[in-house]
């Protein structure tokens, strides 16, 4: 089954990126209940896919149960093929644009526009799971996940009013730029001093690896997942925050 959990909260990082948190309720059959995340943005990191399970009947503890997550990134030169026909496709389009209504021909530019700055990480990654219940009931799931783009960051801002008197004052300002294609509204925002990691030391894969495999992780080795030492340390750094 589709489903498009509610993005409650954003941890925006200064260097760029951040952390995802989602939340669904979900009515469950007994037996064998697959999902399937929808907009999970391609520059997610697999690494740090968590799910956690709220029971709402404290006594399906014993009947609910994640089995398994399945995670994995498309494909990035097919996905480039994709966007390179898109964008011929787009200017196709915009040469043929003068024989449309004026209303028409915005609607048109305004598509073609996003498709000219479209790249691989506005493509779409894979995050499943699979919930095993011995009858059915209502769980509440929050999804967690690391997203490593510099398009989307913060950073302060500061105005400086002065008036007749020669008295300033100083006015200062968080700025939240998202320049990638997926949208954020209505969410609790979180803001750290963090700059993703440039090594290839770590063990995991890099995020924009071609060919990669879907990553199929139990639910025990979900929890023990890289990414939350990052998650820690964002923690840690928001009390920073100016």
Do not use: H
Not at 51 to 70: A, M, R
Request: net charge negative.
């Amino acid at each position: 089954m589709l489903i498009d959990p509610k993005v409650r909260k954003l941890d925006i990082f200064n260097g760029g990126g951040g952390i995802v948190e989602r939340e669904i309720r979900l009515s469950l059959n007994q037996g064998i209940n697959k999902f399937e995340i929808a907009n999970v943005p391609a520059s997610f990191d697999p690494n740090s896919a968590d799910i956690k399970l709220d029971y709402v009947n404290p006594e399906d503890k014993e009947y609910i149960s994640l089995q398994q997550t399945i995670v994995s990134l498309p494909d990035r030169n097919n996905s480039n093929q994709i966007i390179d026909r898109e964008k011929a496709a787009a200017n196709s389009i915009i040469s043929y644009a003068i024989d449309f209504t004026r209303e028409m021909r915005e609607k048109v530019s305004s598509i073609c526009e996003a498709s000219s700055y479209r790249t691989y990480a506005d493509m779409t990654g894979t995050f499943d799971f699979i919930i095993n219940a011995k009858r059915e009931g209502e769980i509440i799931v929050k999804i967690n996940y690391f997203v490593s783009d510099i398009r989307i960051k913060w950073e302060t801002t500061l105005n400086v009013n002065i008036d007749s008197n020669n008295k300033a004052e100083i006015e200062g300002f968080i700025v939240v730029d998202n320049q990638t294609a997926f949208t954020y509204e209505d969410v609790e925002l979180g803001f750290a001093i963090f700059e993703i990691p440039t090594d290839t030391t770590l063990d995991y894969p890099p995020l924009n690896a071609p060919n990669a495999e879907p990553i199929y992780f139990e639910s025990e080795q979900v929890q023990q997942a890289l990414p939350r030492k990052i998650m820690k340390r964002t923690q840690r750094l928001k009390n920073l925050m100016l």
